[in-house]
């Protein structure tokens, strides 16, 4: 098989460095393997090693430092017929360490290749996660303060199955990178290299020398028993095979005719416990029952049990593209929390808009119509002042009508729930 370089794009690495020599073995070892170029994608981030993707002629994705692993699970999640392989510096190591956790975490069949200079050969020569304390780099001091990352271990300890370390000069480079391209599942590289560009320029690393550093470590425990588990992407597809299939939406039939036209915007504004975003889901059923297209969002804090409770909702008789909201027809004030967070908007609503408040809620000066509502006085719930605003404006015919807020509430709740929204409804008429 001819060599899936990119004979349009030759390699551009400084005099001597050894990611030119990861990249003609890896080059041998699809061939050797009978890898097409439609059969591999290579990913790669920021560095020298993230020109790979243009060397070879295979399917290929560049993203940002660090990443490169994330958008590797994707693709082999989406295409598990290709072999895809990343390479990563040192320096993308370092940025992206949690996504290297993960991925070994997952055990999906990915290659890693670390090409590992022990530095940021492309910015300036920097310390990078890998960097050993006695170099001289351009980061003044750095690397002696920290330890380096022995990638091997730190992998293995987060469940990758196959982790290995290699010399870009010794005579099995070729079969290692195999070995690592065939494992079913995640696999690691650690490939130690030079950078004459930079880091030899102060530091002395040679083939000789990395051959003893790599001979003065521990062996790596034997991580592919240990972790050994089926293949992510293959338990991924079995699980969900043996889930249960959905069932398709509820068609929600036209059976109510809305008392306006065109496009309505209605704002809720209360706090934590008051129900607010299943009143906003309330007004969308409610607007899907008369024919009408619906969106809604929510604004809350991540103290769900404390704060404001905000739900924006919009009904209109056409598509709706745009759902910001800016002078709505309605707003329900029925908290000091939501109000607050809106408190801007109500200063500039419309004559024509109108307010529904709970007694007690102060607002601003606005030229809206307001309305206000005792609910305490008609034994009326805090958590149900919402759903009572609503059929106050069911009353008015404004927005929606009884029969809309009536099949809304059949829709959204069973019939023991239904019975007692009903009640609650009840009071506001008392």
Request: hydrophobic share 40%; glycine share 8%; proline share 5%.
């Amino acid at each position: 098989m001819d060599s899936l370089l990119n004979s349009n794009r030759p390699p551009v690495f400084c005099p001597g460095c050894s990611h030119d020599r990861v990249l003609h073995a890896l080059d041998q070892a699809l061939i050797e393997m009978g890898f097409a170029g439609k059969d591999v994608a290579i990913v790669t981030d920021i560095g020298c090693s993230g020109l790979f993707d243009t060397f070879f002629n295979t399917h290929a994705l560049h993203g940002l430092h660090g990443r490169a692993l994330t958008y590797a699970t994707g693709i082999k999640m989406a295409r598990p017929e290709l072999k895809v392989i990343v390479t990563m510096g040192d320096g993308g190591l370092g940025i992206g360490g949690a996504h290297v956790l993960s991925t070994c975490r997952r055990n999906i069949d990915l290659t890693l290749l670390v090409l590992n200079n022990f530095n940021y050969g492309m910015t300036g020569g920097q310390c990078s996660s890998t960097t050993p304390h006695d170099a001289v780099v351009a980061s003044g001091f750095l690397n002696k303060l920290e330890k380096p990352v022995d990638i091997c271990q730190v992998a293995g300890a987060a469940g990758a199955p196959m982790v290995s370390r290699v010399s870009t000069y010794q005579k099995d480079f070729v079969a290692k990178l195999k070995e690592a391209i065939t494992y079913d599942g995640f696999s690691l590289l650690d490939i130690w290299g030079i950078c004459p560009g930079r880091y030899t320029r102060r530091n002395k690393l040679t083939p000789k020398s990395i051959k003893a550093n790599l001979a003065q470590l521990p062996e790596l425990t034997d991580f592919t028993s240990k972790n050994a588990r089926m293949e992510y992407g293959k338990a991924y597809r079995r699980e969900a095979a043996r889930q249960k299939v959905p069932s398709d939406p509820v068609p929600i039939a036209v059976t109510c005719a809305a008392p306006q036209s065109g496009r309505r915007e209605v704002i809720i504004l209360g706090g934590a416990g008051q129900r607010i975003i299943t009143a906003g889901e309330l007004v969308c059923l409610a607007g899907a029952s008369a024919g009408c297209h619906a969106t809604q969002k929510n604004d809350y804090p991540i103290t769900v049990m404390r704060g404001h409770s905000v739900s924006e909702i919009i009904l209109s008789d056409e598509e709706i593209e745009y759902t910001g909201i800016e002078n709505p027809a309605v707003v329900i004030a029925l908290a000091p929390e939501g109000v607050k967070r809106r408190m801007k908007m109500l200063e500039h609503l419309s004559p024509e808009a109108l307010v529904i408040k709970a007694a007690g809620i102060e607002l601003s000066p606005c030229q809206a119509a307001v309305t206000e509502i005792d609910f305490r006085a008609r034994k009326i719930k805090s958590p149900d002042w919402a759903l009572a605003a609503l059929a106050v404006l069911a009353q008015q015919k404004k927005i929606l009508t009884m029969d809309m807020l009536k099949a809304a509430l059949n829709l959204r709740f069973k019939k023991a729930i239904y019975e007692t929204a009903l009640a609650v409804i009840e009071k506001v008429f008392v």
